[in-house]
């Protein structure tokens, strides 16, 4: 009897490693993605959310490597930060000091379940942490939410959407919006960052973690502000939770090129991330020595 239920329970974990492991490709085809790569022979690195991506692999042409992500808070950076230093060496980071970096929604909204994967035991109070994030909720599926959240969307948005089927559908670019368009679109955008007007306890800590360990590893910090369009610039006018004055009162500068193509919509995708060709531009100017103009 004994060996019968042995039996079973055996064969049915055997079903949910399989079934995991089934799972787990789609989520490290469609989420994961290229998030563990980086390229580690670079001294200089650009830790960015979103707004980085855009600059694709044109910041190599400058001896920096982009290691930005969709998503990525400064938990996220301070992660991916940590694995550098342990494992290459560091002499300059750009740093992302939008005005929503720190949002309370990046408490909700960022890629701690992803960028476990840079992480080592001394980065968390316990092994147990330790192991249950980078581990049992990076392989497991079962025991992670957003990996059960990105299945049921792949399903219903992408499987079952049979438009799809044989291309991606093309979308509107920026400038096509009409100005209510783009103006719905950009409130909406300020609404989910600006909910509240007191930053994040969190992402406070962590950008002075991160100014921190940059002081203590002798290593060069330039904030960078991205360019975002005229339309969300006007609605998002003094609102911001001022995460450049804080590598400023640390005496690290900010290049601020939130307002470098106020009046040119074809770079953006959308309100406030420029499109490839926008980011290819954006990389020639910011690495041009005029550049220095506007660091402060």
């Known amino acids: 009897m004994i060996k019968l239920f042995l039996k079973q329970v055996s064969f ?22 290229d998030y563990d790569e980086v390229d580690l022979r670079y001294s200089a690195y650009l830790l960015a959310d979103s707004h980085g991506v855009p600059l694709g692999d044109f910041t190599e042409n400058h001896q920096v ?31 992302s000091v939008d005005d929503h970096t720190l949002s309370p929604t990046r408490e ?13 035991a001394e980065d968390f109070s316990s092994y147990r942490d330790y192991i249950v994030d980078k581990y049992l909720k990076y392989y497991c599926v079962f025991l992670n939410d957003r990996y059960s959240l990105i ?13 799809k089927w044989g291309g991606v559908r093309s979308k509107s670019s920026w400038e096509d919006l009409s100005d209510q368009q783009q103006e719905t679109i950009s409130q909406d955008r300020i609404n989910n960052y600006f909910e509240t007007d007191i930053p994040s306890e969190k992402m406070s800590d962590s950008l002075e973690r991160i ?4 002081k203590a590893k002798n ?11 005229k339309t ?65």
């Open 232 to 296: 969300y610039a006007d609605l998002l006018d003094e609102e911001s939770y001022d995460a450049d004055d804080l590598l400023i009162d640390h005496h690290y500068p900010v290049a601020d090129f939130d307002s470098l193509f106020l009046e040119q919509d074809e770079m953006f995708r959308d309100m406030d991330h420029l499109d490839r060709e926008g980011g290819e531009e954006f990389v020639k100017i910011l690495f041009d020595s005029m550049a220095v103009a506007r660091v402060f």
């Open 108 to 120: 909700k909204q960022n890629n701690l379940d992803r960028s476990a994967y840079y992480t080592e």
């Open 151 to 163: 299945i049921k969307n792949f399903i219903q948005d992408e499987l079952f959407d049979f438009r």
């Open 12 to 33: 049915f974990v055997l079903i949910l490693l399989v079934f995991n492991f089934l799972l787990f490709l789609l989520i490290r085809g469609f989420y994961i993605k």
């Open 219 to 229: 290593i060069e910090l330039i904030g960078l502000r991205f360019p975002i369009s």
């Open 211 to 214: 100014i921190a360990l940059c």
């Open 65 to 95: 490597h982009n290691f930005s992500g969709h998503s990525d808070s400064y938990l996220d950076m301070e992660r991916k930060l940590n694995y550098l230093i342990r494992n290459t060496k560091v002499e300059k980071i750009y740093l």
